[in-house]
C-alpha cells in the first residue's frame, strides 16, 4: 500500500507540473537559427551549442529547443546542462541526429566521451517528438580492444543519457544502432519514458535498449525494444521502478543486475514488470547477480506477461561468473527475496522453463508463484514435449496452484 501510494502522489504531482508547463507561453529556438544545416553531412555541433545557449539564457519560464522536422544533423558528442534560468526545459526533436561513424573521428575528451547524448542536472525537462537518434554503432560493434584500448574503454557510453536530473519525461523518440546503451538513466529521480521505439540488430553487443542504475521513480511505459542485448537492465541503486506494456525482442530480456560484481554490495528493490510480451528472446525476466557479492534484489513483480519462442522465460541466476573461467563458490552472496511471478503464459523453445539457480550460502526466499503456464512450442505453434523446472537453494517460497511446469522447491499452498 506505501508503494501504491507513492506511486499515485508522484503520478498526481507529475501530472500537476506537465499541466503548468504547458499553460505557460514558452521561447522557442530552432536549430537552424543558429546556424545548423541538417544535410546529413555537415557537422552541426557548434550550432546546436550556440542553440542550446540561447534558450538556457532565456529570461522565460519555459523554453523549447527545437530539431526541425525533415532534416539530418550530424552532431559529434554533446552536453546539455540544465542549470538554466527558464525553469523548465522542452527539447523537440521531429528531426534526425546522427552520431559519427567512424569511432576514430569522435570529437571528445574524458569529460564528454561516456555518452553520445547528456542531460544533466536537470529538475523539470520534456524530451519529445517523432523525430530518431541514429548511433551509427556498426564500427564500434566491430572493433576489438586490441586495436583501439583508448576508444574501447570509452565503449561503456551510452547514446542518449539523463544523468543527475528529476521530473523528466520522455515520449515519442526512436532510437537506432546505438553504439552501446541506447537510453541511460542515472542518479535520477521521477523520470516517466514512453512510446520509445529502440532498435539494433540482434547480434549487436552490448546494445541495452534502457538501462537504470541510481534512480528513483522510474517509469517505462508502451514502447517497443529490439536490440542485442537487455531490452530494460536495471542496476544498483534501483528502486521504485514500474515497467509496463513492454514489447520486447530480439534480446535478452528484462533483466534485474548484474549484481555483486567483484564483491561490491547492489540493491535493487520495489520493481513491477507488468503487461510485457517477450518475443524470440534469450531470458524473459531474470534476476541476475555474482558470486560473492553483498546487498540483495527484493519486492519484485512479474504479472500478465506473456512469452513467444523464449529460451528460458524465468529465471533466477546467482552463478554469474566471466566467460571461460571457472569461479569457486563463495560464502557470500546478493541475498534475493519477496518476488512475485503471477499470470505469466506462453511458449518456450528451450528445455528449462522456469530455472531458479540460487546460492548455496544465501538461499532465495519468499520466491511466490501463481496462475503460470508455459508450453513447449515454436512460431506460435504447440509442440509435443514437456517444458522442465531447475531450483536450487529456495526456501520458504510456495505456488499457489496451477503452475506449469511444476516447480518441486515451492511448497503447493492449498486454497479452500
Keep these: 500500500m506505501i508503494n501504491m501510494g507513492l506511486k499515485?502522489?508522484?503520478s498526481i504531482s507529475f501530472f500537476q507540473w506537465v499541466l503548468s508547463v504547458q499553460?505557460?507561453?514558452?521561447?522557442?529556438?530552432?536549430?537552424?537559427?543558429?546556424?545548423?544545416?541538417?544535410?546529413?553531412?555537415?557537422?552541426?555541433t557548434e550550432a546546436f551549442k550556440n542553440a542550446w545557449n540561447v534558450v538556457c539564457s532565456s529570461h522565460v519560464p519555459l523554453g523549447i529547443f527545437r530539431v526541425p522536422y525533415g532534416q539530418k544533423f550530424l552532431v559529434q558528442p554533446l552536453t546539455f546542462n540544465g542549470e538554466c534560468r527558464p525553469k523548465n526545459i522542452t527539447i523537440q526533436i521531429d528531426g534526425i541526429l546522427i552520431a559519427p561513424s567512424d569511432p576514430s573521428s569522435w570529437k571528445c575528451n574524458d569529460a564528454n566521451c561516456n555518452n553520445w547524448i547528456t542531460f544533466q542536472h536537470f529538475d523539470g525537462l520534456i524530451i519529445r517528438g517523432t523525430g530518431s537518434l541514429h548511433?551509427?554503432?556498426?564500427?564500434?560493434?566491430?572493433?576489438?580492444?586490441?586495436?583501439?584500448?583508448?576508444?574501447?574503454?570509452?565503449?561503456?557510453?551510452?547514446?542518449?543519457?539523463?544523468?543527475?536530473?528529476?521530473?523528466?519525461?520522455?515520449?515519442?523518440?526512436?532510437?537506432?544502432?546505438?553504439?552501446?546503451?541506447?537510453?541511460?538513466?542515472?542518479?535520477?529521480?521521477?523520470?516517466?519514458?514512453?512510446?520509445?521505439?529502440?532498435?539494433?540488430?540482434?547480434?549487436?553487443?552490448?546494445?541495452?535498449?534502457i538501462r537504470i542504475q541510481h534512480s528513483t521513480n522510474v517509469t517505462i511505459a508502451s514502447s517497443t525494444i529490439k536490440t542485442g542485448d537487455d531490452c530494460i537492465g536495471i542496476g544498483d541503486g534501483s528502486k521504485y521502478i514500474n515497467i509496463n506494456r513492454i514489447f520486447c525482442g530480439p534480446g535478452y530480456g528484462i533483466s534485474i543486475g548484474s549484481l555483486g560484481e567483484n564483491g561490491r554490495r547492489e540493491t535493487v528493490e520495489y520493481v513491477t514488470v507488468r503487461r510485457a510480451h517477450f518475443y524470440t528472446t534469450e531470458n524473459g525476466v531474470r534476476i541476475k547477480t555474482w558470486q560473492g557479492g553483498h546487498g540483495y534484489a527484493s519486492h519484485i513483480r512479474f504479472e500478465r506477461i506473456s512469452f513467444s519462442n523464449v529460451i528460458r522465460p524465468i529465471i533466477i541466476d546467482q552463478y554469474s561468473c566471466p566467460p571461460h573461467q571457472h569461479c569457486k563458490n563463495y560464502s557470500t552472496a546478493v541475498e534475493i527475496?519477496?518476488?512475485?511471478?503471477?499470470?505469466?503464459?506462453?511458449?518456450?523453445?528451450?528445455?528449462?522453463?522456469?530455472?531458479?539457480?540460487?546460492?548455496?550460502?544465501a538461499p532465495c526466499k519468499n520466491i511466490r508463484m501463481k496462475n503460470i503456464h508455459l508450453d513447449y512450442g515454436i512460431n506460435g505453434k504447440i509442440y509435443d514435449g514437456h517444458p522442465k523446472s531447475h531450483c536450487l537453494s529456495v526456501v520458504q517460497s510456495w505456488d499457489e496452484g496451477n503452475v506449469y511446469p511444476n516447480v518441486p522447491c515451492l511448497t503447493r499452498?492449498?486454497?479452500?
Excluded at 499452498?413 to 479452500?416: R, V
Design 8 to 10: 499515485l502522489l508522484f
Design 23 to 44: 499553460s505557460v507561453e514558452p521561447f522557442v529556438y530552432d536549430v537552424n537559427f543558429a546556424g545548423a544545416v541538417g544535410d546529413g553531412e555537415s557537422d552541426d
Design 135 to 209: 548511433g551509427q554503432g556498426q564500427k564500434w560493434w566491430q572493433m576489438g580492444c586490441m586495436q583501439n584500448k583508448v576508444l574501447c574503454s570509452s565503449q561503456k557510453a551510452a547514446g542518449f543519457a539523463i544523468l543527475d536530473s528529476k521530473n523528466v519525461h520522455i515520449s515519442g523518440l526512436t532510437s537506432v544502432g546505438s553504439r552501446k546503451w541506447h537510453i541511460s538513466i542515472e542518479r535520477s529521480s521521477s523520470v516517466h519514458a514512453s512510446k520509445l521505439n529502440i532498435k539494433a540488430p540482434k547480434d549487436s553487443p552490448n546494445t541495452d535498449g
Design 337 to 361: 527475496s519477496n518476488i512475485v511471478y503471477n499470470d505469466l503464459r506462453g511458449t518456450t523453445n528451450g528445455e528449462i522453463a522456469v530455472d531458479l539457480s540460487c546460492s548455496e550460502s
Design 413 to 416: 499452498k492449498l486454497s479452500y
